[in-house]
């Protein structure tokens, strides 16, 4: 599946919700749900400090694909953080850095995405992009 | 009498509004409060009538703004009972407040004098002392604060001594709704003849200030926790002090007699207020004042304790609550943790609920530190909030706490 078509998918799940409820209720599953990062990629290193809620990231390059792993202490945060590591990870570094992720905002989450949010959301898609063109770099030598 | 809460409720419009669909319930008051329509008028009227600069014009329109201005200033000096009008400094607010304090007590400051804060303090009470600290040298010495949230009284008495020259503590906490004996504590560092900033951020609304009856030297405030606009707050400081500190910004206004080599510095209060003052917020804070005197602080207190106290009893319903600030003498600040759940989690839900809280630090990170705690869900109640927006409120942080564990 292309990003775009993971990007559908999530939007369709999230159609099925009536109310925000069941929707938060679905993000906090997925929190919980998700395997995530190595213990020992927890550390400073890989924290991107969003004040309030913390979030680990770390990205292996697997043949020509990025795969990330992530984590985050607040459970709620993790669930997005775990639609954003689904619809990116396992693709081509050119392919993330043109993904517009416009599907949390279809989904209603994009206030989680905002600059002011203290979630170290936005930060950490910043940091998936860096990733992303550091590996490109290393594809492109 | 009950207190009028719904008629009350009438003078604050923007209480009356849907988020998320759900009705509004503003408990974020110790950020800011919400502005009653007669603040909100005054400084309407002041930009519709009035508007002029003070204190120069020779024409009625000056001379009116500057009238009122004045008098706003005699109106708030009255209030906190100062013994004169000339001890009331117009700032942008408490911040500003501390960093003129911090910036002309440079001198006062000498290497290897300390200056006692308490571990309960704002960030804007504590990092100017703290910068203050490192440029001259000198020792920031923290009064602890026990598991209740109440401050160690004996450290601070046992550390007073004649190389202290400045103590500053806040009247009511930000975080933990503790009220400071601010009155023993003056004592105890006059008695040591050590000089005492008050920063009453969170004072005014909930509770009486009287300058003089607390003795302190120095007390600042916001005019925006206390219902009147951003942007305008006041340092109280006594005047023998505030003749013998120098200037803080050099301007117009601040000035006497200027020729391109010298210059001679305005009276109190003027040699603090350079440029052109915030004329509009100083009548909207006149007018705030005037607005909780009417109501009465007293009853205004007594109604916020009573939803202090069932939100506190609702709360500790919850499996896994833990009030953060158990002070004896505490007021409409509730912060609190939930075993197992995120702060940011609990806030971002009970958001969606129509509920506005804080959460976070609260700008007070060496207090969670010395806590022991990354951040607290913090409620803090305000004139206007009912006994109905509490059980809303309780309600929805046990739902939301049913869904995140």
Redesign the interface.
């Known amino acids: 599946m292309t990003i775009e078509e993971k990007e559908q998918a999530v939007i369709e799940e999230f159609s099925m919700f009536e109310d925000w409820m069941d929707k938060y209720a679905y993000l906090i599953e997925l929190g919980k749900d998700l395997p995530v990062i190595e213990e020992k990629y927890k550390d400073n290193q890989h924290l991107i400090s969003g004040c309030q809620s913390r979030v680990w990231l770390h990205a292996d390059l697997v043949g020509n694909q990025v795969v990330f792993t992530a984590d985050s202490d607040a459970v709620i945060t993790k669930g997005i953080v775990s639609l954003l590591i689904r619809v990116l990870s396992g693709h081509h570094p050119d392919e993330i850095l043109k993904a517009r992720l416009g599907f949390l905002e279809q989904i209603g989450l994009k206030e989680h995405l905002s600059p002011t949010r203290a979630n170290g959301l936005t930060s950490m898609v910043k940091q998936i992009q860096l990733y992303a063109k550091a590996f490109q770099i290393k594809l492109n030598q | 009498m009950p207190f009028p809460v719904e008629k009350i409720r009438a003078d604050f419009p923007v209480l009356n509004q849907q988020v998320?669909d759900k009705p509004l319930v503003y408990l974020d008051n110790a950020a800011t409060t919400q502005k009653p329509v007669q603040v909100i008028n005054r400084l309407s009227d002041y930009y519709l009538k009035e508007n002029s600069n003070v204190h120069r014009g020779v024409h009625l329109l000056s001379q009116k703004a500057t009238e009122d201005y004045e008098k706003a200033r005699t109106t708030i000096a009255q209030y906190i009972n100062a013994a004169d009008s000339k001890e009331i400094i117009f700032t942008r607010g408490t911040t500003e407040s501390v960093n003129l304090l911090a910036t002309v007590l440079e001198e006062w400051i000498q290497p290897g004098d300390a200056i006692l804060v308490s571990a309960m303090e704002h960030h804007s009470n504590l990092v100017p002392w703290q910068q203050l600290c490192k440029r001259r040298n000198a020792d920031l010495k923290i009064v602890p604060v026990n598991d209740k949230g109440e401050l160690d009284l004996e450290f601070l008495k046992k550390k007073l001594n004649p190389q202290v020259k400045l103590v500053a503590v806040n009247h009511i906490s930000n975080v933990l709704g503790t009220i400071n004996p601010v009155k023993e504590i003056v004592k105890m560092a006059h008695d040591a003849g050590v000089p005492v900033l008050i920063d009453g951020a969170q004072a005014l609304a909930h509770t009486k200030v009287d300058v003089q009856e607390i003795g302190a030297d120095f007390y600042a405030f916001s005019g925006h926790k206390v219902y009147a606009p951003m942007g305008i707050g006041v340092l109280y400081g006594r005047e023998t002090w505030m003749r013998r500190l120098p200037p803080y910004q050099f301007g117009g206004e601040m000035i006497d007699r200027v020729s391109f080599d010298e210059v001679t510095f305005n009276e109190l209060p003027y040699k603090y207020e350079a440029g052109t003052p915030n004329v509009g917020g100083a009548l909207a804070l006149e007018s705030a004042l005037q607005y909780v005197q009417n109501l009465g602080i007293e009853a205004i207190r007594k109604h916020e304790d009573v939803l202090l106290e069932k939100a506190t009893h609702q709360l500790m319903k919850i499996n896994g609550m833990r009030i953060i600030g158990e002070a004896k003498d505490k007021t409409a600040v509730l912060s609190f943790l939930v075993d197992g759940v995120?702060?940011?989690?609990l806030g971002?839900?009970l958001d969606?609920m129509g509920v506005a809280v804080r959460?976070?630090?609260h700008c007070a990170e060496p207090l969670m530190q010395h806590m022991g705690i990354s951040?607290t869900v913090r409620a803090s109640f305000a004139l206007y909030n009912t006994e109905q927006e509490v059980d809303i409120f309780t309600e929805s942080v046990l739902k939301a706490v049913n869904?995140?564990r």
């Open positions: 998320h995120h702060p940011y989690d971002t839900l969606q959460t976070g630090y951040g869904m995140l």
